[in-house]
């Protein structure tokens, strides 16, 4: 507990730490004194705050738990934001649906249900490096709701694709652009679905303060999602040609004796996550009403009642529970609370209010691509998906409300920051990726960069004759 403490919550304080504290707190200071833009104490104060603990997320001169809680607490003194509003994620559905997936997706892990099923798919019928593009997708696809919470989803896979690449005849640097393009298209395939990322997809639906539930997100995503993976598929193509072109590699000796299937004791566990899936993706057609609370939703009950069931079983035990992520639960409480607070207290329309001015008084194509571009270069800056996602979205529903809805701004918004990723910080998963060897961080660029125009032309050429289609413009 106390390495835990001293990793996740503890600076070290030395002197350049405290150079770059004071230079964190020069801006946010200055905002509280001058009060710009006709902006009122609570306003500029509420302002300060996000802007400073922006700065810690950013820099890590302050770790995410003591960043994240100073927030919440600041805005619980000086924005004037009711509790509900502040504490809107630890309150709401998503908080306790989040802490049972990761539980649920564990799990998964320990009865092996990923490596088992895909690994001797991948053996058998991945024998070249097109064919294994493809099946980076389709394991994206069909674990979906295999394995709810995301970042889970991506570490299995990844561990799956690289023992599967480890057992090939496969040199090392199609290797690593194959291992790169699990944590490309995993950000793709995530914005297909609401539920396919709980985190990221939510925080914009819960920033939007509109409801939009995960049929209407597929109904306006998948189709065009499915013809933007395979553009972006063809431009990863073109980057990589020299590793990737003309490649086919069979299976090592003794690959083949992977483990198919599951004995007679394992098989429980197994039928469990079976079950749970049917349950999840037919709950529609029969459980749509069910609230327990009035805002439990039957997919959350659905896995609770399986997760119980899996601890019964012995597959989850006590020390599972520390497969909660703790760090990222207190920090998506910090930013699924911005967009709402600055709503609350005004400061919002103040702030987005100053570049009204840009964009058109009618929705265009052009406005569209504006819209992309702030998301873009704003994520640029601060990295983080989810804490650009809880900015933008409040901020450009003040500048685009009165020519275009909410959900067209929250899924404008996804497409400009969800994939997008020059740096490794620009994204947690590619991150994981390079810290753990499995590609080297000058592929980011490689890709991020010819990649940035294909996300103007796809929100042009695709997204938006899509909406267009189907009456959502």
């Known amino acids: 507990m106390t390495a835990w403490l001293k990793k996740n919550c503890c600076s070290e304080i030395n002197p350049v730490w405290f150079a770059k504290m004071a230079a964190s707190l020069v801006v946010p200071a200055l905002i509280m004194l001058l009060r710009p833009l006709g902006m009122d104490f609570r306003q500029s104060a509420t302002v300060a705050g996000v802007l400073l603990v922006i700065i810690w997320w950013t820099t890590n001169i302050v770790k995410k738990i003591p960043a ?4 919440l607490l600041w805005f619980c003194v000086f924005s004037g934001a009711p509790a509900k509003t502040i504490f809107t994620f630890p309150l709401g559905e998503t908080f306790l649906m989040l802490v049972i997936t990761y539980l649920f997706s564990q799990a998964i892990s320990n009865c092996g249900l990923v490596s088992r099923v895909l690994l001797p798919m991948l053996i058998r019928f991945a024998n070249t490096s097109f064919k294994s593009l493809l099946a980076i997708i389709f394991s994206f696809c069909l674990t979906m709701y295999v394995i709810p919470q995301p970042m889970a989803r991506l570490v299995l896979v990844a561990v799956v694709f690289d023992s599967f690449l480890a057992q090939t005849t496969i040199k090392k640097e199609t290797r690593q652009v194959l291992m790169y393009a699990v944590f490309v298209f995993y950000a793709i395939v995530n914005i297909a679905c609401k539920d396919a990322d709980m985190i990221m997809n939510y925080v ?3 920033s939007s303060g509109v409801a939009i539930s995960n049929w209407a997100w597929t109904k306006a995503m998948a189709i065009p999602t499915v013809a933007y993976a395979a553009v972006v598929l063809a431009l990863f ?6 590793e990737l072109r003309g490649v086919h590699f069979t299976s090592a000796p003794g690959a083949g004796e992977a ?7 394992e098989l429980p566990p197994v039928i469990v ?6 349950l999840w993706m037919t ?3 029969w459980g749509s009403n069910i609230r327990l609370f009035g805002y439990i939703s039957v997919n959350t009950l659905i896995t609770i009642a399986a997760t119980a069931v899996l601890f019964l079983m012995g597959t989850l035990t006590k020390k599972d529970f520390g497969a909660i992520d703790v760090v990222t639960l207190i920090f998506l ?3 699924f609370a911005i967009g709402g607070v600055l709503k609350a207290c005004g400061a919002a329309d103040i702030v987005f209010g100053q570049f009204s001015g840009i964009f058109p008084d009618h929705f265009s194509v052009w406005g569209l691509m504006l819209m992309v571009l702030v998301g873009m270069m704003l994520h640029m800056v601060l990295g983080s998906n989810t804490t650009t996602l809880s900015v933008i979205v409040p901020g450009l529903i003040v500048l685009c409300g009165a020519m275009v809805s909410p959900e067209v701004v929250v899924y404008t918004s996804i497409i400009s920051v969800a994939f997008h990723a020059i740096l490794p910080f620009h994204s947690v998963s590619v991150m994981v990726g390079t810290s753990s060897g499995y590609f080297p961080s000058k592929y980011v660029a490689r890709l991020g960069i010819p990649v940035t125009p294909l996300i103007f032309l796809s929100a042009a050429l695709i997204y938006l004759p899509y909406w267009r289609l189907i009456g959502l413009l």
């Open 68 to 71: 994240s809680l100073f927030l």
């Open 204 to 206: 914009a639906v819960s």
């Open 237 to 242: 193509w073109f980057v990589f040609r020299k």
């Open 259 to 265: 483990r198919r299937g599951f004995s007679r004791s």
């Open 273 to 278: 996550i079976a079950a749970t899936v049917v």
């Open 283 to 285: 709950s529609g057609l």
């Open 333 to 335: 409480a910090a930013a």
